[in-house]
């Protein structure tokens, strides 16, 4: 089951986190995964990591906000070959409400959360209508409920599950699969980052909060995701298309 043998895959922001969880379970299970990834040591050192465990992996610089990086970086890992899978996992996240969220941090989650999405869709659609293929974009339970001080990141999250419905709609007959997932909070190095910045002093005191705001009482962890995202990305879930894969212990249908 969940075999992706020799299937083409790319996943932007593959780096570390969740990216580099999703880039590692596809190459696991046979995938040839090019990592689109802005950060080049990070991208290289998660390669070295699959190449080490005997898998096949690429790492193309690229700025996913930029159409013509995009289209250059796919261009270059495919050629003239068709895309299988396309993963769009790259994004930033950003802590405020309306009022304290500026007009440059408004614009900047837009351009990689939002047109990072868009870029990738216009850029990797192209290569998968031939054969057809899956494709799985990371949107987040914020786009489906309310939370305190994500106004800009619930926004563009929003757009990503919109985008996905999108796709899925018009690329059905193309054997083009769009889902997306929602996870909520994830134990990365970014949300320990988080932690340390913000309350100095009181890391474990904070970690234990955060992760008590999941009924099932902790943080998923990026094998996790990967988990979900192979499995869409597989031919068991030929039957699933513009869908929203919650993976979030119960937040969203159990906190009431």
Same mark, same amino acid.
């Given at each position: 089951?969940?075999?992706?043998?020799?299937?083409?895959?790319?996943?932007?922001?593959?780096?570390?986190?969740?990216?580099?969880?999703?880039?590692?379970?596809?190459?696991?299970?046979?995938?040839?995964?090019?990592?689109?990834?802005?950060?080049?040591?990070?991208? &290289?050192? $998660?390669?070295?990591?699959?190449?080490?465990?005997?898998?096949?992996?690429?790492?193309?610089?690229?700025?996913?906000?930029?159409?013509?990086?995009?289209?250059?970086?796919?261009?270059?890992?495919? @050629?003239?070959?068709?895309?299988?899978?396309?993963?769009?996992?790259?994004?930033?996240?950003?802590?405020?409400?309306?009022?304290?969220?500026?007009?440059?941090?408004?614009?900047?989650?837009?351009?990689?959360?939002? &047109? @990072?999405?868009?870029?990738?869709?216009?850029?990797?659609?192209?290569?998968? &209508?031939?054969?057809?293929?899956?494709?799985?974009?990371?949107?987040?339970?914020?786009?489906?409920?309310?939370?305190?001080?994500?106004?800009?990141?619930?926004?563009?999250?929003?757009?990503?599950?919109?985008?996905?419905?999108?796709?899925?709609? *018009?690329?059905?007959?193309?054997?083009? !699969?769009?889902?997306?997932?929602?996870?909520? !909070? $994830?134990?990365?190095?970014?949300? *320990?980052?988080?932690?340390?910045?913000?309350?100095?002093?009181?890391?474990?005191?904070?970690?234990?909060?955060?992760? &008590?705001?999941?009924?099932? @009482? !902790?943080?998923?962890?990026? *094998?996790?995701?990967?988990?979900?995202?192979?499995?869409?990305?597989?031919?068991?879930?030929?039957?699933?298309?513009?869908?929203?894969?919650?993976? *979030?212990?119960?937040?969203?249908?159990?906190?009431?």
């Amino acid at each position: 089951m969940f075999n992706l043998k020799n299937k083409r895959a790319v996943v932007t922001g593959a780096g570390s986190g969740i990216g580099k969880a999703i880039a590692l379970a596809l190459a696991e299970q046979g995938a040839v995964v090019f990592i689109l990834e802005y950060n080049e040591e990070a991208g &290289k050192s $998660v390669v070295n990591n699959i190449v080490h465990k005997g898998g096949v992996a690429h790492h193309i610089s690229c700025n996913v906000a930029v159409l013509s990086e995009v289209e250059n970086g796919i261009q270059a890992a495919l @050629g003239d070959n068709n895309l299988d899978i396309l993963v769009n996992n790259a994004g930033i996240a950003h802590v405020g409400n309306v009022e304290t969220t500026s007009e440059e941090d408004f614009d900047r989650l837009l351009q990689v959360n939002v &047109k @990072g999405v868009f870029n990738c869709l216009k850029a990797g659609i192209p290569k998968m &209508k031939q054969s057809g293929g899956s494709i799985v974009n990371v949107s987040s339970i914020a786009a489906h409920v309310g939370i305190s001080d994500r106004f800009a990141y619930s926004m563009t999250k929003g757009a990503v599950h919109a985008m996905t419905l999108s796709v899925a709609k *018009d690329y059905i007959s193309n054997n083009i !699969r769009c889902n997306s997932i929602a996870p909520a !909070r $994830v134990h990365t190095p970014f949300v *320990d980052g988080f932690i340390s910045k913000n309350y100095p002093g009181k890391e474990v005191e904070m970690f234990e909060k955060l992760s &008590k705001t999941q009924p099932i @009482g !902790r943080m998923g962890t990026p *094998d996790e995701i990967a988990a979900m995202v192979v499995y869409l990305c597989s031919d068991e879930a030929s039957f699933i298309t513009g869908s929203c894969m919650p993976i *979030d212990g119960g937040f969203m249908t159990l906190n009431n």
